[in-house]
């Protein structure tokens, strides 16, 4: 506070100084999900090594005749012809492969019934470094209004046709941002107030946003993390600033000078957010056991994101707090104070009553909150992990009909074909691949099998196999499995070759089956290093043991929320978010450490203001009752922020981000107004002094770290020290902040 302008200079030239450097280098994101040693990175090895060159990224163009005509209709030929043409002299296209050439291999290419054909577009490098304006030149050039006449419809698919769709305008952090506005403006009542939580956070996100871009230049980052941590910072951004300003705001109420009160503010509430940052890193960096490049990328980049809001929360914030002055309060509040001085602050109203009410009702209120949670969490025993594809983008866009049309037109196995690679050594393994054509073509669940393809030397052979069935389909994975554990066993007795099956659907089901193997350790580590924390913070066996048990009900829930939406389809096209399908295999993961840390938020801040009576009375229902209705109104409207920023993010057009949006809402409803204001607070009634036992030989070994402030005291003895750890007191007392 003594240097804000400089503290505030250094804040704007991060992000000024990130912001450039991200522009000039550019951004270099990878969804590469292959995981070393499994079957589908070993089929992409052999394809790499075998057939170089091999790496640029494969779209489609299909078109459909009308009615009464067909793709060989002179009118729809010439048109057709002159735009693969047109397409084939773009910068950056590699080669096209259309379906007028000579050939049987040609002849595929048209359907049946002779109405839809497609071609290959095949780009000079990988999709994730194919430039979007590249991309769009050939939508351009396939969709232009010469070719889409007299009824034929011309659509594109492939993930570098995909990025064009991708949502350029950043409209949903505005909405987020000007909903955070809102509810700010109406809890302050001061204009300079709510727009200090809002520039805090945009300024250490926006930072964090260019610093994850640079990121990606040194390690394997997916292009949805920027989006992911914008989406984490401004939540967790703009609440540890309503935190920290709603305690300054009372200092101020109670006649404190501003910078005393803003020091008061950080030296207290910025010690809980800080503790809580911690928790939620812990969280996301626990996927760093998983030992996966994909998430390890991810995870340092939320983290980065969180690191960044807590550091401006309590760096930059306090230098504009005590820039504002007493503009912190409202012009009613701050006549009040100066024409009647401080008053006393008394939690009366709705918050009061609510505390008094599940003081009186542990149990019922207990038992319905868990009612609520178990009900909601039933969906998450079907889930199903798989991959999520451009079949379940919204009904309208190009990608989506390309889609259809080849599903339509040559089966829905079209759509994610499997590379079967073999290693070939000598006349014999070139028989055995061609007993392992014949074997495929007749296994259940192919619809078609092409010819082995060799390269120059002969030592590797790939064949591309056709399921009957969609990418995304639990049919699909079992033909994988069937291939590897059967088929291709059989046909390799007798030889040296050494075949793999690889693919979008095989690589997803490896990644899948990795990602589910490490889950059970990677849980453990999070929920062990979080109750670790919380057991130095509060002294107790019981809180950590109730906050795993919530942040565990808070995931199984919210994923019961995103399987009911996403994959069983509840309102998925109604919210512009594509038809129902598979979840992807890493959100769990993802959603287990986010949902994690952010649920220890509210637990952090609710309890630490019991244990904080509960250390200056040793009364545990009075602690209760009082940090119920002290904390309850802010964490609420945190709460209604939080879950603002994300539900806009589902207009994000990205279904993945839609996805953690929906999760992370549904996670923080649940935790706010579920668990943290009903079942935690009617735990502790029912488990009374109990709450803050630790045996004495523990806590005598324990360090001492608190989050409270340094002065604060014990003015009773705690239960190890005492008998019985709860005193009576009437259930209607009305509680008074300090």
């Known amino acids: 506070m003594r240097h804000r302008l400089l503290a505030v200079l250094i804040w704007l030239l991060a992000l000024g100084g990130t912001a450039a450097a991200a522009t000039t280098a550019g951004s270099a994101f990878s969804n590469d999900y292959e995981v070393p040693g499994t079957e589908s990175g070993k089929a992409d090895d052999l394809l790499r090594e075998g057939f170089h060159g091999q790496g640029g990224d494969t779209d489609t163009v299909v078109w459909r005749a009308p009615a009464h ?34 050939g049987a291999e040609s002849a595929a290419q048209i359907s049946r019934d002779g109405r839809t054909a497609y071609a290959v577009v095949t780009f000079d490098r990988p999709a994730d470094s194919v430039p979007t304006a590249q991309a769009q030149a050939v939508v351009d050039a396939a969709k232009n209004p010469a070719t889409q006449t007299d009824g034929l419809q011309v659509e594109l698919g492939g993930r570098a046709i995909g990025l064009t769709e991708a949502p350029t305008a950043h409209l949903a952090e505005v909405i987020g941002v000007a909903v955070a506005a809102l ?60 935190f920290i300003v709603t ?97 006393p602050e008394r939690t009366t109203g709705f918050a009061a009553r609510w505390s008094a009410f599940v003081e009186r009702y542990p149990k019922l209120l207990g038992a319905f909150a868990t009612v609520v949670m178990l009900v909601l969490a039933l969906p998450t025993l079907s889930l199903h992990l798989g991959t999520s594809d451009q079949g379940n983008n919204p009904a309208a866009s190009t990608t989506r009909q390309a889609y ?21 050594d000598g006349a014999g393994d070139r028989l055995a691949v061609d007993h392992l054509v014949q074997a495929i073509r007749t296994t259940k669940g192919v619809a078609s099998t092409g010819p082995a393809v060799f390269n120059r030397s002969g030592d590797t052979a790939v064949l591309t196999v056709v399921p009957d069935s969609a990418p995304q389909s639990r ?4 033909l994988v499995d069937t291939l590897r554990e059967d088929v291709i066993p059989r046909a390799g007795q007798g030889n040296s070759m050494e075949a793999h099956v690889g693919g979008v659907t095989a690589g997803y089901d490896d990644f899948a089956e990795v990602v589910i193997g ?96 509960w250390l200056e009375t040793g009364d545990n229902r009075r602690a209760v009752r009082v940090g119920l209705a002290e904390t309850s109104r802010v964490i609420n ?20 981000i839609a996805m953690f949006g929906i999760a992370l809402a549904a996670a923080v409803a649940l935790d706010a107004f579920v668990l943290r204001t009903l079942l935690v607070p009617a735990l502790m009634h029912m488990l009374g002094g109990a709450n803050w036992w630790l045996p004495a030989w523990l806590d005598r070994r324990l360090p001492k770290i608190s989050i409270e402030p340094p002065d604060r005291l014990p003015h009773a003895k705690l239960p190890a020290q005492r008998p019985s750890g709860d005193t009576a007191e009437p259930a209607d007392a009305v509680p008074v902040s300090r």
């Open 183 to 242: 509810v700010l403006f109406l809890a302050f009542g001061s204009l300079a107030a709510s727009l200090l939580p809002l520039a805090t956070a945009l300024v250490s996100v926006g930072t964090a946003y260019f610093g994850i871009t640079l990121l990606g230049h040194a390690m394997p980052v997916a292009d949805f993390a920027p989006m992911l941590g914008t989406l984490v910072g401004l939540g967790v951004g703009i609440d540890y600033a309503l």
């Open 637 to 656: 409207s945190a709460a209604v922020i939080m879950i603002s920023v994300f539900l806009a993010f589902v207009l994000s057009g990205d279904r993945i």
């Open 518 to 613: 490490k889950l059970p350790l990677f849980v453990g580590v999070v929920i062990a290093l979080g109750c670790v924390l919380l057991l130095l913070a509060f002294r107790s066996i019981g809180i950590p043991a109730k906050a795993a048990a919530m942040n565990v009900a808070a995931v199984a829930s919210s994923s019961g929320v995103v399987v009911a939406v996403f994959q069983w389809g509840w309102g998925s096209e109604l919210l512009g978010l594509g038809s129902a399908g598979p979840i992807e295999p890493f959100l769990p993961v993802i959603m287990v450490s986010v949902l994690f840390g952010l649920s220890m938020d509210y637990q952090v801040f609710l309890v630490s203001r019991m244990y904080e009576e």
């Open 475 to 478: 049919a699909t994975s079992d």
């Open 404 to 424: 259809d049309l080849l599903a339509e037109g040559f089966g829905p196995g079209t759509n994610g074909p499997l590379t079967v690679v073999a290693r070939l």
């Open 69 to 102: 005509q067909s793709v060989r209709t002179p009118a729809v030929e010439e048109r057709m012809a002159r735009a693969l043409d047109s397409i084939a002299r773009l910068p950056g296209v590699g080669s096209v492969a259309g379906p007028y050439g000579p």
């Open 247 to 343: 305690r300054h705001r009372k200092g101020l109420a109670r006649g404190l000078p501003v910078e005393e009160a803003a020091e008061n503010a950080v030296a207290t509430t910025g010690r809980a957010v800080v503790f809580a940052g911690a928790t939620v890193c812990i969280a996301l960096l626990g996927m760093l056991v998983l030992r996966l490049n994909f998430l390890s990328g991810v995870a340092l980049a939320a983290s980065v994101t969180v690191v960044l809001t807590v550091a401006a929360s309590v760096t930059l914030l306090p230098a504009l707090l005590s820039a504002i002055g007493l503009r912190a309060l409202s012009r009613r509040e701050r006549r009040t104070l100066a024409a009647e001085g401080p008053q």
